[in-house]
């Protein structure tokens, strides 16, 4: 998330009012420093990144950007812990 036209470029406190709205959904997320990755149902997450822009605009913010990457997989459940370890698990060995 971004904004657009205001005095300053910082996002901290917006991106605190975004993670409070993430923590209440319920919905599996991860807070780094290029972003936060929501995982959940594709309805849930679209709705709580709808509601994210929905309270940007309430505290007076005219515009507002989501960079979104979205990515599914029907053969078996993966989250994004079991990515990581994935590739951990593979680090490992090959040293």
Request: glycine residues 8%; hydrophobic residues 35%; proline residues 2%.
């Given at each position: 998330?971004?904004?657009?036209?205001?005095?300053?470029?910082?996002v901290?406190?917006e991106v605190?009012?975004v993670?409070?709205?993430?923590?209440?959904?319920?919905?599996?997320f991860?807070?780094?420093s290029?972003?936060?990755?929501i995982e959940?149902?594709?309805?849930?997450v679209l709705?709580?990144?709808?509601?994210?822009?929905?309270?940007?605009?309430?505290?007076?913010?005219?515009?507002v950007h989501?960079d979104?990457?979205?990515?599914?997989?029907?053969?078996?459940?993966?989250?994004?812990?079991?990515?990581?370890?994935?590739?951990q698990?593979?680090?490992?060995k090959n040293?």
């Amino acid at each position: 998330m971004g904004k657009i036209g205001t005095s300053s470029p910082s996002v901290s406190k917006e991106v605190a009012e975004v993670q409070r709205l993430i923590e209440k959904s319920g919905l599996t997320f991860h807070m780094h420093s290029a972003g936060t990755t929501i995982e959940g149902p594709w309805d849930k997450v679209l709705t709580v990144i709808g509601q994210a822009h929905t309270v940007l605009h309430e505290k007076g913010l005219v515009r507002v950007h989501s960079d979104i990457r979205v990515g599914s997989r029907i053969d078996k459940k993966e989250t994004m812990e079991s990515k990581v370890a994935s590739v951990q698990q593979i680090l490992t060995k090959n040293k």
